[in-house]
């Protein structure tokens, strides 16, 4: 695949993963032209601020639930990176129809925006939470994530492929627990929601270059999940804040205890390769299961979860990925 022909949009383009992914897009790959869709004007503005401001690469203001928007910024483009999401837990329990509005119907729209524009590869990014959802973040991901995939039934004759990656949290995004505790160290106590507690981690980097490889190898209908190692909610807060008091302030609603990335039932129809799984639909005539043959299939019974996995992270491992984290909060930057 010759990224340096490719035209690219990402939706939510100004978040945490979209300028990562955008970064890097750009610095390693040269395509031809990036597009950033998102809906705040000053995000863009920081991202221009920031140094986001090469040739190629343009900013469309626009919303996910704005289907002629998305078709009129769709135009010309090969790949699209599906980005643009309601993700806060509470915010999405307290304002459901919200949720709806952005994580499914703003999906559907991308998907009836990449068929009338002729876009080559939609790539939707999924979350851990999609399985057996218990929040309705969750469940608006796991929709989104069936809407993608079942999509390629609307192809046709048209070459639009539609695949999903689904991973675990990112270390140091919106919303995640690593920025609260350097915070908190400051105090010497630390809020522990439940010690039990385990969770998938990868850095913002690995997800990104994660999804390019899915973007150049997908052939439709596929999940991705990459292998990751897990940590203990205990092992962050040690790793962090040794000497911290932990605080136990109880589990959230909507919070699970684990996560899973693949389910019992979806791992009949998952292929292990040496970095990732490779789930595949269940049903669907236009999909040729292509890989089949390629990898290892699953033992009865296996499921893919936090607290199941073999690779844990260690102090050290931890440390080294908030790093970056711990750099930018010192330096003042929000993370």
Not at 75 to 82: E, L
Not at 225 to 238: E, N, R
Request: aromatic share 8%; hydrophobic share 40%; glycine share 8%.
């Amino acid at each position: 695949m010759d990224w340096k022909k490719q035209v690219v949009l990402v939706t939510g383009g100004t978040g945490s993963f979209g300028k990562e992914f955008i970064r890097i897009l750009l610095d390693e790959y040269e395509p031809a032209k990036v597009i950033v869709f998102s809906r705040d004007e000053l995000k863009q503005h920081e991202m221009r601020e920031a140094g986001f401001e090469q040739p190629n690469l343009r900013y469309f203001i626009g919303d996910v639930r704005d289907l002629g928007r998305l078709k009129r910024a769709m135009d010309g483009v090969d790949i699209v990176v599906h980005a643009a999401a309601l993700k806060q837990v509470p915010a999405c329990e307290y304002n459901p129809m919200e949720a709806i509005k952005t994580n499914i119907l703003g999906t559907a729209n991308v998907v009836e925006a990449a068929l009338e524009t002729a876009v080559s590869k939609v790539l939707a990014l999924s979350t851990d939470k999609a399985v057996s959802p218990v929040n309705l973040y969750g469940a608006t991901k796991l929709a989104a994530e069936k809407l993608t995939v079942q999509s390629n039934a609307y192809s046709g004759e048209r070459l639009t492929r539609f695949s999903c990656v689904r991973y675990g949290n990112v270390i140091g995004s919106r919303g995640s627990v690593v920025p609260i505790f350097l915070r908190q160290r400051q105090n010497g106590k630390l809020n522990i929601t439940d010690k039990r507690m385990t969770r998938f981690w990868l850095s913002l980097e690995q997800g990104v270059r994660f999804v390019l490889h899915s973007i150049e190898v997908m052939q439709g209908g596929e999940v991705f999940v990459p292998k990751l190692p897990s940590t203990s909610i205990m092992d962050l807060a040690s790793a962090i804040a040794p000497q911290a008091q932990l605080v136990e302030i109880g589990i959230r609603p909507g919070e699970k205890l684990h996560e899973v990335l693949i389910s019992e039932d979806e791992a009949r129809n998952t292929v292990e390769l040496e970095d990732k799984y490779v789930i595949q639909p269940a049903h669907g005539p236009w999909f040729v299961r292509s890989w089949d043959g390629k990898g290892k299939t699953l033992p009865e019974g296996f499921s893919y979860a936090s607290n199941e996995n073999p690779r844990h992270l260690t102090s050290a491992q931890i440390l080294e990925m908030i790093g970056p984290i711990e750099a930018e909060l010192q330096a003042g930057k929000p993370s």
